[in-house]
């Protein structure tokens, strides 16, 4: 197991339009065009010792670049990467002891499971190889069928060492590409969307199995994903990317219920989070959030951090479960908004309303009255203290502080 620390990392690639990256207009000193591509910047980070840490962001958020830095395919423009304390700088990527499994499985097509299992270990060992190994063993074959036995026993691929990799699934595939990885005891396991070319049920399976043998093997594991699923289900913290920077390191709980800004809000949740744009209104009385005919009482534990924040205009954030939809008579809490059913979407073990009320934009609420219908006028009713109030022009979380 290793402790991996980032401090401070940037990426930036540079090239002209003789490169293939886009053009800015701008000449550079020998007469091209050229631009600079930020994939990273200022990025601090530490990763603990045998934790599952998922990075999470859209597409070219920084995640594989970040990977690559680690792995020493890539040299940080700035900054350093350090594991276990010692930095990284001039150490190759072979000297790392750091395995990494791609998207695709990457697996030599003319050779069986199991010889693509112990490519790298033969590698290390000095040996070559021409259609078959050849030349001096420097390692013990019976030490090398040990871990092969160990490492299929542990993915469930006993059946799949004599098949070569068109005769097996995608799933299967993948399975032998993290028992080639494995099977060299690495120090930090790295993993760019493993899953993200498998179907619905082979994915949901082989998570459930990466997860397992995280926690069973304990090595330090970095796991790339743009998928919310994978990441709230698989990391003991997240780390959420966008544009280069990391916008939050958390807890799948921190992240969800306490996003710091819009931008991580919008990232998670399966139907997404409502953002209502409002006004804060009464400031030296009693101060109401405001939007159309939805009022809010802005709560006492966060006044004063709205209050401070010296803007009136305040977006509420609301997951659909924490906002319920109900008949007008059969209204209960504290916190009442009138609206009118425009659809209703039906989520399995659970449906939401689509619901608008006047001015406000169109919100999710749970159902919670079987009966209700398009047209049909309803109530929305609250839970206050699950409520997300972002700064209408940084985005900035208002709540954050009081929620730590």
Known sequence: MASI???????????GSSDGLPD????????????????????????????????????????????????G???????????DGRDQHGIAARDRNIAMVFQG?????????RENLTFGLHLRSGRSFLGRWIGNKTQDQSEVDQAVQAVADLLGIQALLGKRPGELSGGEQQRVAIGRALIRKPRVFLLDEPLASLDGPTRLALR??????????????????????E???????????????????????EVYRHPRNRSVASLFGNLGMNLIPGEVINQATNAEWVSGQWRLPIPERIRKTVLDAGRNKVDLGIRPEDLTAAGVDAATGPVQWPATVEGI?????????????????AVLAKRVDDRLQAGEAITLQLETEKVCWFDAETGANLSINTAE
């Open 5 to 15: 620390q980032l401090c401070g990392v940037s990426k930036v690639y540079r090239g």
């Open 73 to 83: 395919l890539e040299e940080p423009s700035a900054g350093s990467v350090q594991i």
């Open 105 to 113: 499985p990457s697996l030599y097509g003319h050779l069986t499971a």
């Open 208 to 229: 459930r199995e990466i997860r397992q043998l995280q926690q069973r093997l304990g090595v330090t594991t970095i796991y790339v994903t743009h998928d919310q699923g």
């Open 24 to 71: 800015t207009g701008q000449a550079s000193s020998r007469g091209t065009l050229s631009r600079e591509i930020h994939a990273v910047e200022g990025v601090d980070l530490e990763v603990r010792s045998g934790e599952l840490l998922v990075l999470m962001g859209p597409s070219g958020s920084g995640k594989t670049t970040l990977l690559r830095l680690i792995a």
């Open 345 to 361: 979407e039906y989520q399995g073990s659970v449906t939401y309303v689509r619901a608008a009320g006047g001015q406000p934009p």
């Open 231 to 253: 990441a709230l289900a698989l990391g003991d913290r997240i780390g959420v990317l966008r544009h280069g920077r990391l916008q939050q390191l958390g807890t799948p709980d």
